[in-house]
């Protein structure tokens, strides 16, 4: 069989990196070296933080999450004693709650039974149908536990009597003239069960984190400067003559860029191993999670070509490279997580591809969850790759050019 | 013999400024075409479209009548760029492999192909030795046994020997002469006049875009107004009586003193020395020495161009 042009131009880049010991660095003594810094600087580290509950409507199908969910939030934002302890946010879904939960965005989580709807009903119409037990679900990290406490207190208060009453309140609000007097006319027995169930089925550890978080950052400063072998090229004329035996450009780059990408996906799963056989870090399912790693280093190597066809000489690039990279690294929460950053910053975070990459492992490590919980995640880093690509495709030419 | 590489007008422009206009040459097999122009002239354009690098504007460029647009011209057509085009990571062998790959040769032949090449250059026995560690001269020569690696029709050559000494150069250009006398048809660049006086069978003379003339160096030359001339330098440094002598003969056109020499130009090379010397004996000139100097492509090309060759 006869391999196309572009393997052997792989092969080659594959070999001169082989040759300048960029391969063994890059690849092997870099990730070994970041995962082992990182895992130990960052195995204890936790972060204190105030009381921040997050509510959702166990029934809530859209973003909206229902009457229930707002009234139950404004009721508990409006009394005075609850906000000295704790604040109120709401969440679209049970599955968003749990990962805010996760990713450290709130402390604890209360869903509203499901049946939020089936109380309305029988408020508004005959107790006979009136469910006879309610079940609210806790949401506790086991990192939490003052969270936790906080939220079954909230909806145990008063036998639990009282936080059923203002779900239903808040429920009827808009749909009959006396809320509170429709009300009284409906007691269920035994309002209240708590289940508390953990947000998620495994922890997130701060060395996990700062793992995959490093990785990142090793990657962007590694891989990011491989188009360079580019300009080198241009430099040697050896461009000039793959271009005089008919060679294509994008022969020339797909070759580079996939040697890039192998040698940045040997680095972060050299990473991967290293800190779960030696540190016992979980990163996730191992398929989904393949997935997340390519992405990543796709983004990178995208990156790469696009800075090396914008600028103008190869210390513009050098340059370039190295102010890009810091930006990503500080904006999208490699060294400070989203969740501990102030809420500005934390949307800016996912104006970031590292900050989605960030966003989608974090969804993985702490769940077993399959391709579908990070196809956002995907999707983004997915159109953030073609925009880079768009880019490098448009200058690129220039710069391969006699 | 008819010619293998043709070039047919060949115009290239960047945006306003024209680069290229109506460059046309052709070489024949065994032939060394010299091409000269200073820094600027459009050169390295002009080798880009005869390469198939860079798309003319119009003109054509056909290897055996197939247009250079086409992979197989390309395969019959070997480049030498001016910079060493080479793999410092790799060995000499790796290269030539890596290169020949390219050009689509594959397993033995290869293989076969690549030893040739480095015998022809004189580097056979470097093959598995990094080419970082080559000097300067063997890097230069492995840069030509690139280009050899398929076997070529057409080989380009742009300023094979800048920057090596003069040994080295003098292998380079016996190489050279040898891949002509192979069969190869060979487009030779550069600054260097005496080589390319010494090398090459034709000439072309770029400036500005556009060829200034073109064809054998005999023909350049007498096509040129400079002339052939005597130098003569005397014990005394009095040339003023001999000057008047000197006049009286026919094939002198002028003369004149420079820096305690006496310059005699006359209007062809076929000037009898022994007339001369016969002259300056009547003068009473006693002559310490006699230097007889033709004109050079130097001087042909400051004539026609208005510009030293390295500007």
Redesign the interface.
């Given at each position: 069989m006869?391999?196309p042009?572009v393997l052997?131009v792989m092969a080659?880049e594959l070999?001169?990196r082989r040759?300048?010991h960029t391969l063994l660095v890059i690849a092997f003594v870099g990730p070994l070296l970041f995962a082992t810094i990182t895992s130990l600087a960052f195995a204890g580290l936790t972060v204190a933080r105030p009381v921040r509950l997050v509510v959702v409507d166990g029934s809530a199908t859209s973003a909206a999450g229902g009457p229930a969910r707002a009234g139950v939030v404004a009721s508990l934002r409006s009394d005075p004693r609850m906000r000295q302890i704790a604040t109120v946010d709401g969440a679209a879904t049970e599955q968003e709650a749990r990962r805010r939960i996760l990713d450290n965005e709130a402390d604890a989580g209360i869903v509203l039974p499901a049946g939020a709807g089936g109380l309305t009903q029988a408020a508004g119409g005959s107790p006979a149908t009136a469910p006879r037990n309610v079940t609210v679900t806790v949401l506790e990290s086991e990192r939490k536990p003052v969270a936790a406490g906080v939220a079954e207190a909230v909806v145990q208060y008063g036998g639990g009597r009282l936080f059923v009453d203002q779900v239903v309140i808040a429920t009827l609000r808009g749909t009959v003239d006396d809320p509170a007097a429709t009300l009284r006319g409906f007691h269920p027995h035994n309002p209240v069960s708590l289940v508390d169930v953990p947000a998620s089925a495994r922890l997130l550890r701060s060395a996990t984190y700062y793992g995959f978080s490093m990785a990142i950052v090793l990657l962007l400063f590694s891989v990011t400067p491989m188009a360079k072998s580019l300009w080198e090229d241009r430099?040697?004329?050896?461009l000039?003559?793959?271009?005089?035996?008919?060679?294509g450009r994008g022969t020339i780059v797909a070759g580079k860029a996939l040697v890039a990408q192998l040698i940045g996906m040997v680095s972060v799963a050299a990473v991967w191993v290293t800190t779960r056989l030696v540190f016992g870090s979980h990163w996730g399912p191992p398929a989904p999670l393949l997935l997340l790693i390519a992405a990543t280093v796709g983004v990178a190597v995208a990156l790469s070509f696009a800075i090396a066809a914008l600028v103008r000489t190869e210390e513009q690039m050098d340059g370039l490279t190295a102010l890009v990279t810091f930006l990503l690294v500080l904006l999208g929460g490699n060294f400070v997580p989203p969740a501990a950053m102030p809420p500005a910053m934390r949307d800016i975070s996912l104006f970031t591809p590292n900050g989605w990459e960030l966003r989608g492992f974090v969804d993985l490590a702490t769940t077993n969850g399959g391709v579908g919980l990070i196809l956002t995640p995907l999707v983004v880093l997915l159109a953030v790759i073609g925009v880079l690509w768009l880019i490098a495709a448009a200058r690129l030419r220039t710069l391969m050019?006699? | 013999m008819s010619a293998v590489l043709v070039a047919d007008r060949l115009v290239k422009s960047y945006r306003s400024v024209r680069a290229v206009h109506e460059i046309s040459l052709e070489v024949a097999p065994g032939e060394i075409y010299g091409l000269l122009g200073p820094n600027g002239a459009g050169k390295t354009t002009t080798l880009s479209m005869i390469t198939g690098i860079l798309r003319p504007d119009s003109g054509s460029v056909h290897i055996d009548g197939v247009s250079i647009t086409r992979a197989r011209a390309r395969g019959r057509l070997g480049l030498v760029p001016q910079e060493i085009a080479l793999y410092p990571e790799l060995t000499a062998l790796e290269n030539l492999h890596f290169f020949g790959h390219m050009q689509g040769r594959r397993g033995r032949d290869l293989q076969r192909r690549a030893l040739d090449a480095l015998a022809v250059v004189g580097l056979a026995g470097h093959a598995k030795k990094r080419t970082a560690t080559f000097s300067g001269g063997m890097k230069r020569r492995l840069n030509i046994a690139v280009a050899l690696v398929h076997s070529p029709d057409v080989i380009v050559l742009d300023e094979p020997t800048a920057g090596v000494d003069s040994q080295s150069r003098n292998a380079i250009l016996d190489q050279v002469r040898q891949l002509a006398d192979a069969g190869a048809a060979v487009v030779f660049a550069s600054h260097y006049m005496d080589e390319v006086q010494r090398l090459c069978d034709r000439i072309g003379i770029i400036d500005g875009g556009e060829m200034v003339v073109t064809g054998t160096v005999s023909e350049i030359l007498a096509k040129a107004v400079a002339r052939p001339r005597f130098v003569l330098t005397a014990d005394d440094r009095q040339y003023s009586e001999l000057e008047d002598s000197l006049r009286t003969l026919a094939e002198v056109v002028e003369t004149s003193v420079v820096r305690d020499e006496l310059h005699v130009l006359v209007s062809d090379s076929s000037v009898n020395v022994t007339s001369l010397l016969h002259v300056a004996e009547i003068a009473n000139v006693p002559l310490r020495g006699l230097q007889f100097i033709r004109p050079t492509l130097e001087d042909v090309f400051l004539e026609l161009t208005g510009k030293a060759l390295r500007e």
């Open positions: 006869i391999m042009r052997y080659n070999r001169a040759r300048d430099r040697s004329n050896a000039r003559r793959l271009l005089s035996m008919g060679v050019s006699p | -």
